[in-house]
C-alpha cells in the first residue's frame, strides 16, 4: 500500500472530482477512488471485501469464462453461474437432434452426469499490482513509438522472467489509460469445466434476436457449470478423477430482490471500450464503419436466418455463429442510432475545443496544441484503408466461410515453403482438427448463396485500386455472381470433407499442388495478397501514429484536467462498475420501469414461434402463481436494469447488492445505450439484467434441480438487517458469511 500511495497512479487520482457511476474501475484502487461514492450511494462493504489479497473477497468469487464471458461461483463446490449464451458454444457442442440440450435444456442430476468441455478454461485472478514505474523505466518524452516500445518490451520480459508466483499461477501485465500505465495480473487457470444445466432456448435465449439489446426484456439468459480441479485444489486438465473446485469465496444469494435506486455493484471482464476517441473518430464509425459492417451483415444474415428457419438440423449447426454474427449486427445499428441521438460527435468536439483552449497560452500544454487537428488529418487518412479493411475482414475472414477456410489451407502452403516438412507437418496437425470442428457445422449450398451476395458487395463498395486483378477477371468472365458461385462450390474440393481430407492426405507436394490448383483457394489467395499489398500495409501506418497520438491525447486529457476523473478503458481485465437499479426515458413521452416480470414473458408469447415460443411448464407455472419463495406478491420478477457501466465481456457478470449477496446475472444493455463503449450518457444508457429469483425459480421449479439450490447460500439480507441491529445499521455479517431464511426464522 505504502509503494502505492508513493507511486504517480495516486498522484493522478488525488484530485479527481466526486461522482461518477460512468466507468469500469480497476478493484485494487477501489479504496483510493471509488470507496467514498459507493458508500454515499448505499454500499455496505468495505473496499477490501471486494478487492483482497490478504482474506477471501468477492474477487475470489468472479472468473474470466472462456476468456469471452465473465462467471462467479455461487457454492462452495465450484458451481458457476454464466449466461446461457456465454456457454452457448458448449451447449450446442453437446446436442444432437437425438438430444437436443440447445432446444430441451439440460440438467444434471449428479455430478457424474456433468458433460466435460475440451478447450474451455476459467481464470481466476490472485492479486493485481501496479507496475508503470518498473515498465516505464527508461522511458524518455519524446522518444519515438519504437524506441519507446523496445524499452517497454524489454522491461516487460524482465518481469515475466523474475516475478514471484507460485507454478500453477500465471502473469499477464496489460497496458492501462493508453499504454501510460501498466498493471499486473497473477493468475490460475483452470482447465476442467463441466456443464451442469441449462434452460430451454425457450427460456435461456427468449427472444432471441428480436429482442436482443432491448428493453424490455424477459430472457432467463443463464446456465450453470462446475470447476473441476486435482486433489490439492490445483489446475488439471479433464479427469473423472478431478475434484469439485473449492472456492475461497463464493456469492451468497439474496432473495430479497431489488428496488429503485438499489446499489449494484457488477464485477466481471469488460472486453474492449473506447472513451476517449477524438470526435473524427467516431464520426467515422457513425459514418463509414459501422454502416459497413452492418450492410455484411445484413446479407449473411438474411441467407442464414432463412435456412435455419427451413431445416432442423441447421438449426442447430449455425446456431452459435449466428448468434456471435447477429449480436454485433444488431449492437453496431443500436450504436449508431444512439451516437447519433445523443450528438456524440458534437459533444466531442465540444470538449475538443474545451481542451484547445486549456492548453492555449500555457507554456507547459504548448506540446499539444496541434493534438486535436493532428488527429483529423491522421483520420482522414485512414479512413478509405479502414473501410476497405473492414470489408475485406468482414466478407473473407468471417462471412464467406469458404473464403475464411481456404485462407487457413493456404497457409499450410506458406509453413511448407519457409520451414519444409517438419513446418508442413505442424501446421497440418493444427489445421486438421479445425476443419473437422468447421465441418461438423457447415453447409456449403447457404455458403455459396452468402459468397454470390457478398462478392457482389465486395465489387459495389470496395474501390477497385483495393481489389485484385484476379478477382476483376473472374468477374468479367463469369458475369454474374451467381454463376461464379456456382462453378466455384461445385469445383473446390474444400466444400466436401471427405474430398479435403483426401487432398490432404497426400505427400506434401500433392497437398501444395492440390491447393495451389483449387479455385477457392486461389481467390482467397488473390484477396490476402492485395489485401496486404494495397490495404493493410497503409492501415497500419496510419493506425500506428494514431496509437501513438491517441497515448499522447490520454496523458494531455489527464495533465489538462486534473480534476476529472479518469477511468481506463475496459481491456478484457477485471473491472468493477457500480450503479444503482433505475428505469429510464428513452423518448419524449415514453417511460421504462426497471423490472419485468412473468407476466411480461406470457404477453409476448407466440405458440410454436421461432423466437417466443414459452414451454409448457412455464406456462403451468405462471397459471397456478407457482413461485415459491422466489415471487413476491403473486408476481415472478424476470430482468431488471441498472446504471452499471457494461461492454461485452461483462455477460454473466454478477449483479451484486450492497452487502456483496448475488441479487442479477448482466447479460445485456438497452437499444438506446449500446453506444456506451464511446459515449456513457447516464440518462439513457443501462445494462440488462435477470433477476436472481427468475434463475433460482428456473432451477427450482421449472427444471426440479433442486440439487443446486441445496449447494447454494440463500440470503435475506434486508430482514437480517433489521433482526440483528436495532439502529438500524446494517452489519457486515450478512454481508460474506451466509444466512439461510430457516436460520433467520429460528432467531
Ligand atoms: N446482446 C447480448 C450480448 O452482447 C446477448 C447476446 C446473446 N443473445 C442473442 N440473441 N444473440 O452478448
Ligand atoms: N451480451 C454481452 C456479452 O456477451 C454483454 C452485454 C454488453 O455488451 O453490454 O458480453
Same mark, same amino acid.
Given at each position: 500500500?505504502?509503494?502505492?500511495?508513493?507511486?504517480l497512479t495516486?498522484?493522478?487520482?488525488?484530485?479527481?472530482?466526486?461522482?461518477?457511476?460512468?466507468g469500469m474501475?480497476i478493484?485494487?484502487?477501489?479504496?483510493?477512488?471509488?470507496e467514498?461514492?459507493?458508500k454515499?450511494?448505499g454500499?455496505k462493504?468495505s473496499a477490501?471485501?471486494?478487492?483482497?489479497?490478504n482474506?477471501?473477497? @468477492?474477487?475470489?468469487?468472479i +472468473? *474470466?469464462f472462456g476468456?469471452?464471458?465473465? !462467471?462467479?461461483?455461487?457454492?462452495?463446490?465450484?458451481?458457476l453461474?454464466?449466461?446461457?449464451h456465454?456457454?452457448?458454444g458448449?451447449?450446442?457442442? *453437446?446436442?444432437?437432434?437425438?438430444?437436443?440440450?440447445l432446444?430441451?435444456?439440460f440438467?444434471?442430476?449428479?455430478?457424474?452426469?456433468?458433460?466435460p468441455?475440451?478447450?474451455?478454461?476459467?481464470?481466476?485472478?490472485?492479486?493485481?499490482?501496479?507496475?508503470?514505474?518498473?515498465?516505464l523505466?527508461?522511458?524518455?518524452?519524446?522518444?519515438?513509438?519504437?524506441?519507446?516500445?523496445?524499452?517497454?518490451?524489454?522491461?516487460?520480459?524482465?518481469?515475466?522472467?523474475?516475478?514471484?508466483?507460485?507454478t500453477w499461477?500465471?502473469?499477464?501485465?496489460?497496458p492501462f489509460?493508453?499504454?501510460?500505465?501498466?498493471?499486473?495480473?497473477?493468475?490460475?487457470?483452470?482447465?476442467d469445466?463441466?456443464? +451442469?444445466?441449462?434452460?430451454?432456448?425457450?427460456?435461456?435465449k427468449?427472444g432471441?434476436?428480436?429482442?436482443?439489446?432491448?428493453w424490455?426484456?424477459?430472457?432467463?439468459?443463464?446456465?450453470?457449470?462446475?470447476?473441476?480441479?486435482?486433489k490439492?485444489n490445483?489446475?488439471?486438465d479433464?479427469?473423472?478423477d478431478?475434484?469439485p473446485?473449492?472456492?475461497?469465496?463464493?456469492?451468497?444469494?439474496?432473495?430479497?430482490?431489488?428496488r429503485?435506486?438499489?446499489?449494484?455493484?457488477?464485477?466481471?471482464?469488460?472486453?474492449r471500450?473506447?472513451?476517449?476517441?477524438?470526435?473524427?473518430?467516431?464520426?467515422q464509425?457513425?459514418?463509414?464503419?459501422d454502416p459497413a459492417?452492418?450492410?455484411?451483415?445484413?446479407?449473411?444474415l438474411a441467407?442464414?436466418?432463412?435456412?435455419?428457419?427451413?431445416?432442423?438440423?441447421?438449426?442447430?449447426?449455425?446456431?452459435?455463429?449466428? $448468434?456471435g454474427?447477429? &449480436?454485433?449486427?444488431?449492437k453496431?445499428?443500436?450504436?449508431v442510432l444512439?451516437?447519433t441521438?445523443?450528438?456524440?460527435? !458534437?459533444? #466531442?468536439?465540444a470538449?475538443?475545443?474545451?481542451?484547445?483552449?486549456?492548453v492555449?497560452?500555457?507554456?507547459?500544454?504548448? #506540446?499539444?496544441?496541434?493534438? +486535436?487537428d493532428e488527429?483529423?488529418?491522421?483520420?482522414?487518412?485512414?479512413?478509405?484503408?479502414?473501410?476497405a479493411?473492414?470489408?475485406?475482414?468482414e466478407?473473407?475472414?468471417?462471412?464467406?466461410?469458404?473464403?475464411?477456410?481456404?485462407?487457413?489451407?493456404?497457409?499450410?502452403?506458406?509453413?511448407?515453403?519457409?520451414?519444409?516438412?517438419? !513446418?508442413?507437418?505442424?501446421?497440418?496437425k493444427?489445421?486438421?482438427?479445425?476443419?473437422?470442428?468447421?465441418?461438423?457445422?457447415?453447409?456449403?449450398?447457404?455458403?455459396?448463396?452468402?459468397?454470390?451476395?457478398?462478392?457482389?458487395?465486395?465489387?459495389?463498395?470496395?474501390d477497385?485500386?483495393?481489389?485484385p486483378d484476379?478477382?476483376t477477371?473472374?468477374?468479367?468472365?463469369?458475369?454474374?455472381?451467381?454463376?461464379?458461385a456456382?462453378d466455384?462450390?461445385?469445383?473446390?474440393?474444400?466444400?466436401d470433407?471427405? =474430398? $479435403?481430407?483426401?487432398?490432404?492426405?497426400?505427400?506434401?507436394?500433392?497437398?501444395?499442388?492440390?491447393i495451389?490448383?483449387d479455385?477457392?483457394?486461389?481467390?482467397?489467395?488473390?484477396?490476402e495478397?492485395?489485401y496486404?499489398?494495397?490495404v493493410?500495409? =497503409?492501415?497500419?501506418?496510419?493506425?500506428?501514429?494514431?496509437?501513438?497520438?491517441?497515448?499522447?491525447?490520454?496523458?494531455?486529457?489527464?495533465?489538462?484536467?486534473p480534476?476529472?476523473?479518469?477511468?481506463?478503458?475496459?481491456?478484457?481485465?477485471?473491472?468493477?462498475?457500480y450503479?444503482?437499479v433505475?428505469?429510464?426515458?428513452?423518448?419524449?413521452?415514453?417511460?421504462y420501469a426497471?423490472?419485468?416480470?412473468?407476466?411480461?414473458?406470457?404477453?409476448?408469447?407466440v405458440?410454436?414461434?421461432?423466437?417466443?415460443?414459452v414451454?409448457? =411448464?412455464?406456462?403451468e407455472?405462471?397459471?397456478? #402463481?407457482?413461485?415459491?419463495e422466489?415471487?413476491?406478491? &403473486?408476481k415472478?420478477?424476470?430482468?431488471?436494469i441498472?446504471?452499471n457501466h457494461?461492454?461485452?465481456?461483462?455477460?454473466?457478470?454478477?449483479?451484486?447488492?450492497?452487502?456483496? &449477496?448475488?441479487?442479477?446475472l448482466?447479460?445485456d444493455r438497452?437499444?438506446?445505450?449500446?453506444?456506451?463503449?464511446?459515449h456513457?450518457?447516464?440518462?439513457?444508457?443501462?445494462?440488462?439484467?435477470?433477476?436472481?429469483?427468475? +434463475?433460482?425459480?428456473i432451477?427450482? #421449479?421449472f427444471?426440479g434441480?433442486t440439487?443446486?439450490?441445496e449447494?447454494?447460500? @440463500?440470503?435475506?439480507?434486508k430482514?437480517?438487517?433489521?433482526?440483528?441491529?436495532?439502529? &438500524?445499521?446494517?452489519k457486515?455479517?450478512?454481508r460474506?458469511?451466509s444466512?439461510r431464511p430457516?436460520?433467520?426464522e429460528?432467531?
Amino acid at each position: 500500500m505504502k509503494k502505492l500511495i508513493l507511486s504517480l497512479t495516486f498522484l493522478f487520482v488525488v484530485r479527481l472530482a466526486a461522482f461518477a457511476v460512468e466507468g469500469m474501475w480497476i478493484p485494487l484502487l477501489l479504496g483510493l477512488l471509488n470507496e467514498t461514492e459507493m458508500k454515499s450511494m448505499g454500499m455496505k462493504m468495505s473496499a477490501e471485501d471486494i478487492y483482497s489479497v490478504n482474506k477471501g473477497s @468477492l474477487k475470489d468469487a468472479i +472468473v *474470466h469464462f472462456g476468456g469471452g464471458c465473465t !462467471g462467479e461461483i455461487i457454492s462452495p463446490k465450484g458451481l458457476l453461474l454464466t449466461n446461457h449464451h456465454c456457454g452457448y458454444g458448449q451447449i450446442q457442442s *453437446h446436442s444432437s437432434m437425438q438430444s437436443n440440450y440447445l432446444e430441451e435444456g439440460f440438467w444434471a442430476k449428479t455430478m457424474s452426469a456433468e458433460l466435460p468441455n475440451p478447450g474451455l478454461t476459467v481464470t481466476l485472478i490472485s492479486r493485481i499490482e501496479d507496475v508503470t514505474a518498473t515498465v516505464l523505466q527508461g522511458v524518455t518524452e519524446g522518444m519515438d513509438k519504437r524506441a519507446r516500445q523496445s524499452v517497454v518490451d524489454k522491461n516487460l520480459d524482465e518481469i515475466k522472467k523474475s516475478w514471484k508466483r507460485e507454478t500453477w499461477e500465471d502473469i499477464m501485465v496489460r497496458p492501462f489509460y493508453h499504454g501510460n500505465q501498466y498493471y499486473l495480473f497473477v493468475t490460475v487457470t483452470y482447465r476442467d469445466v463441466r456443464l +451442469v444445466g441449462a434452460p430451454p432456448s425457450s427460456i435461456g435465449k427468449f427472444g432471441a434476436d428480436t429482442d436482443n439489446w432491448v428493453w424490455p426484456r424477459h430472457t432467463g439468459d443463464f446456465a450453470l457449470f462446475r470447476i473441476y480441479a486435482d486433489k490439492n485444489n490445483l489446475p488439471a486438465d479433464y479427469s473423472p478423477d478431478n475434484v469439485p473446485f473449492q472456492p475461497k469465496h463464493f456469492l451468497p444469494i439474496s432473495l430479497d430482490g431489488v428496488r429503485e435506486g438499489d446499489f449494484t455493484l457488477v464485477f466481471g471482464f469488460p472486453g474492449r471500450t473506447n472513451q476517449y476517441l477524438p470526435s473524427y473518430a467516431v464520426e467515422q464509425i457513425v459514418d463509414v464503419l459501422d454502416p459497413a459492417k452492418i450492410a455484411v451483415r445484413d446479407k449473411t444474415l438474411a441467407i442464414w436466418d432463412a435456412a435455419m428457419r427451413a431445416d432442423a438440423q441447421v438449426k442447430i449447426q449455425y446456431a452459435s455463429k449466428q $448468434a456471435g454474427l447477429a &449480436n454485433a449486427w444488431k449492437k453496431w445499428q443500436g450504436e449508431v442510432l444512439g451516437l447519433t441521438r445523443a450528438d456524440a460527435v !458534437g459533444k #466531442k468536439r465540444a470538449e475538443e475545443a474545451e481542451f484547445k483552449k486549456a492548453v492555449s497560452g500555457k507554456a507547459a500544454f504548448g #506540446k499539444y496544441a496541434g493534438l +486535436v487537428d493532428e488527429f483529423k488529418v491522421l483520420y482522414d487518412g485512414i479512413r478509405p484503408y479502414a473501410e476497405a479493411k473492414d470489408y475485406y475482414d468482414e466478407i473473407t475472414q468471417r462471412n464467406v466461410e469458404l473464403l475464411r477456410v481456404a485462407s487457413q489451407v493456404n497457409r499450410l502452403v506458406k509453413a511448407y515453403e519457409n520451414e519444409g516438412q517438419p !513446418g508442413f507437418d505442424n501446421f497440418k496437425k493444427r489445421l486438421l482438427p479445425f476443419l473437422e470442428g468447421f465441418y461438423k457445422n457447415y453447409s456449403p449450398a447457404i455458403d455459396r448463396d452468402v459468397f454470390a451476395a457478398l462478392m457482389d458487395m465486395m465489387a459495389k463498395k470496395v474501390d477497385k485500386g483495393y481489389l485484385p486483378d484476379y478477382f476483376t477477371q473472374k468477374t468479367a468472365q463469369y458475369g454474374n455472381f451467381a454463376a461464379m458461385a456456382d462453378d466455384l462450390y461445385a469445383k473446390s474440393w474444400l466444400t466436401d470433407p471427405k =474430398k $479435403a481430407m483426401a487432398a490432404l492426405a497426400g505427400t506434401p507436394n500433392d497437398v501444395m499442388t492440390a491447393i495451389l490448383n483449387d479455385p477457392a483457394c486461389q481467390l482467397a489467395s488473390a484477396f490476402e495478397q492485395a489485401y496486404n499489398e494495397k490495404v493493410v500495409g =497503409k492501415y497500419n501506418e496510419y493506425d500506428e501514429r494514431i496509437d501513438a497520438l491517441q497515448q499522447t491525447y490520454m496523458k494531455a486529457l489527464m495533465e489538462v484536467f486534473p480534476d476529472k476523473k479518469f477511468y481506463p478503458d475496459a481491456n478484457g481485465t477485471l473491472r468493477c462498475s457500480y450503479g444503482r437499479v433505475q428505469g429510464y426515458k428513452p423518448r419524449d413521452a415514453v417511460s421504462y420501469a426497471n423490472m419485468t416480470f412473468l407476466d411480461g414473458v406470457m404477453e409476448k408469447y407466440v405458440p410454436g414461434d421461432y423466437e417466443f415460443d414459452v414451454p409448457e =411448464k412455464l406456462r403451468e407455472l405462471y397459471k397456478n #402463481k407457482d413461485y415459491g419463495e422466489y415471487g413476491i406478491a &403473486n408476481k415472478m420478477p424476470v430482468c431488471f436494469i441498472g446504471s452499471n457501466h457494461t461492454t461485452g465481456g461483462n455477460s454473466g457478470s454478477p449483479a451484486i447488492d450492497a452487502w456483496g &449477496n448475488l441479487v442479477g446475472l448482466n447479460f445485456d444493455r438497452v437499444w438506446e445505450g449500446t453506444m456506451s463503449d464511446y459515449h456513457y450518457d447516464l440518462s439513457i444508457c443501462r445494462n440488462i439484467m435477470v433477476d436472481i429469483r427468475y +434463475v433460482l425459480f428456473i432451477i427450482d #421449479k421449472f427444471a426440479g434441480a433442486t440439487n443446486l439450490i441445496e449447494e447454494m447460500k @440463500l440470503v435475506r439480507p434486508k430482514q437480517a438487517a433489521k433482526f440483528k441491529t436495532p439502529d &438500524n445499521e446494517i452489519k457486515p455479517r450478512t454481508r460474506l458469511e451466509s444466512i439461510r431464511p430457516e436460520a433467520l426464522e429460528k432467531q
